[in-house]
């Protein structure tokens, strides 16, 4: 089991660039979440999924969206890039069952926007 | 309604000494109080979780001690290790039905002097 993975590890992008980050998992889990960490912030949540073909926005969600279109897969887009959205991104799963609410993390995304 | 407080942003303890890093939240309906622990470049990787029909959750070391009136609650670390040095995040959320969310502490770093 690799659990879950996150691709890429580092990137670096220019104001109004666009990019992909991908979350795959291979637990079987239902829910999906994407947060981003920023110094003395915590995590935050942006958008999380429920299920298959089901998205929904979390704290931060401005200037990203997520597609859930595989049950192991999760994306995160920003369209546009800004200097604000650089952060640590990581991505977390965690099964359906009820009264099990612990959430796997994968290793983490660091993107610099210039 | 929403947030938990995490305290002190930073801890410095001795080898063997009683690392304590306390959290407290407002809402009433949270059901469900993590913690987190990271190691630097990694994901956050649960710790130890408690519900508040309990007022105290140990598992070796650490324990969970929750003050359902005070609406706080708090890691202690015992026997503390340089290993353990790490930042710590509470946390909490509402329900277990699927669409319950995490709330973050700000973290607590915690480095432990051989």
């Known amino acids: 089991n690799a659990g879950v993975t996150q691709t890429p590890k580092f990137r670096v992008l220019k104001t109004g660039q666009s990019m992909t980050l991908l979350c795959a998992q291979d637990?079987?889990?239902?829910?999906m979440y994407w947060y981003r960490q920023d110094p003395g912030m915590g995590l935050r949540l942006i958008h999380y999924?429920?299920?298959?073909?089901?998205?929904a926005k979390g704290e931060v969600p401005d200037g990203y969206n997520v597609s859930r279109l595989k049950k192991q897969n999760f994306l995160l887009g920003l369209e546009s890039a800004a200097p604000s959205q650089t952060s640590v991104y990581f991505c977390?799963?965690?099964?359906?069952?009820?009264?099990?609410?612990?959430?796997?993390f994968g290793p983490g995304t660091r993107l610099t926007v210039l | 309604q929403q947030q938990v407080k995490q305290s002190p942003q930073s801890l410095i303890v001795q080898k063997g000494g009683i690392s304590i890093i306390n959290c407290a939240y407002e809402?009433?309906?949270?059901?469900?109080f993590p913690w987190y622990q990271q190691f630097p470049g990694k994901g956050p990787a649960l710790l130890i979780a408690?519900?508040?029909?309990?007022s105290e959750k140990k598992e070796g070391r650490f324990t969970i001690s929750f003050n359902k009136s005070a609406k706080q609650f708090s890691l202690h670390i015992m026997d503390s290790q340089p290993g353990d040095s790490a930042t710590y995040f509470c946390?909490?959320?509402?329900?277990?039905?699927?669409?319950?969310?995490?709330?973050f502490g700000k973290g607590t770093k915690l480095t432990v002097n051989p």
């Open positions: 637990m079987n889990h239902e829910y």
């Open positions: 809402n009433t309906a949270f059901d469900y």
């Open positions: 999924s429920v299920g298959e073909g089901t998205t």
């Open positions: 408690i519900r508040p029909d309990v």
């Open positions: 946390a909490a959320s509402i329900g277990q039905g699927g669409s319950e969310k995490l709330v």
């Open positions: 977390a799963s965690r099964p359906g069952l009820a009264g099990n609410n612990e959430q796997f």
